[in-house]
């Protein structure tokens, strides 16, 4: 079935995640689905949403409705960013291109994954909408003053920096199958691709995907390793990021905070935003649910900054509990890589109709008419208490 076609069958992010799981090999799958360790954070995502409750505020008048939020100076239509998703050409031929242009068609901002498979000056024309870069920090300040430089002058309107992948992982379903980029194959692996034949046919014609904007900028002498490993900071501190900001002068975001006491050094750093994130559950097995931590960060920036925050978010409802708690707008990760393996571009615009149909529908049932009017009140924890 043609995978366009295949969308008339799509009606949540949890049909896109079934599709996904029949459509690519089962290495990748892993990749894309699994968290670290035991994967108890990945859990835990998921499991807060169900412990938060919202309370109806009806009968109001809701016949007229906005999804609006302005962030930076800037209008957005609906409170969404697609986050930035490593290795984003091995779910989709060039997907990194297809969540741009399906990022584009919603008006909503993209962020390009550092760890992406196509170049800056390609990801940029994809699409006419506001697009982000994200940046895993090099072990070396000469390299990062030139991935600000080049992200710069490519046009980037905003720069993330991921400051929670000081070491890597044990992503134990990766280790298992083998993962790597550029792929090593195996016979394991060649069955498992042979019995996926929608994948091998789209990524024929690309060849094998590899991770070409990562080992764009060199980061240390001739000869240094190429693994990513070698290419993560184990040494970022605030006073890198500090730094930083003297380096970037468009709005800098710090992505991957999830303890509040981190709030004050981030003001004091000077960014314009955090990203309240867990990695979606990929790196520190164990760690506190973003969604449960929110109201934290909330109640320590005071209204100084804008709050983003990503790490399990499947439906609309997920997305109006966060704002509710005083988020300004949710990224959404596995969402956007469930939706781009199933059909491209085609594919992503169609699951972000879904989550703003069901935040439209959530808002509505709760009585209220734009983003600005929810607040705490609308929401209880399981139990009853606020």
Known sequence: ????????????????????????PRMVFDYVDGGSGTESTLRENMA????????SAAPVDVSRRSLAITLFGREFPLPLIVAPLGLASSFWAKGELALARGAA?????????NNASVMLDEA????????????????NREATKTWARLAREAGFEA????????????????????????????????????????????????????????FHVPWGPEGAPLEMRARL????????IRWFRDEWTAPLMVKGLSDPRQAEAALDAGVDAIVVSN??????????????????????????????IDSGFRTGTDVVKALALGATAVQVGRAAAYAVATAGEEGVAHA??????????????????KINDLNARLVRRRGGEP
């Open 352 to 369: 972000l109709s879904i989550l703003r149909a069901e935040i439209d529908a959530t808002m509505a049932l709760c009585g209220v008419t």
């Open 105 to 113: 068609r919603h008006g909503i901002p993209w962020v390009l994954s």
């Open 279 to 308: 990695h979606g559950g990929r790196q520190l097995d164990g760690a506190v649910a973003t969604i449960d931590i929110l109201p934290e960060f909330v109640a320590e920036v005071g209204g100084k900054l804008p709050i983003l």
């Open 159 to 214: 720069l993330q920096i991921t400051v929670d992948t000081a070491v890597p992982s044990r992503r134990l379903r990766d280790m298992r199958h083998g993962f790597a980029m550029p792929f090593a194959w195996t016979p394991a692996k060649l069955f498992d691709v042979a019995t996926h034949p929608d994948w091998t046919r789209r990524m024929r014609p690309y060849g094998i995907p590899r991770p070409q904007l990562m």
């Open 48 to 55: 807060a949403f169900e412990r938060i409750r919202l309370v």
């Open 1 to 24: 079935m043609n995978a366009v076609r295949r969308l008339k069958q799509i009606h949540s992010i949890a049909d896109f995640r079934e599709r996904a799981r029949r459509t690519l």
């Open 124 to 139: 940029m024309a994809a699409g006419e909408g506001p697009k982000w870069f994200q940046l895993y920090v090099p072990p």
């Open 233 to 240: 900071s184990p040494a970022l501190d605030w006073d890198l």
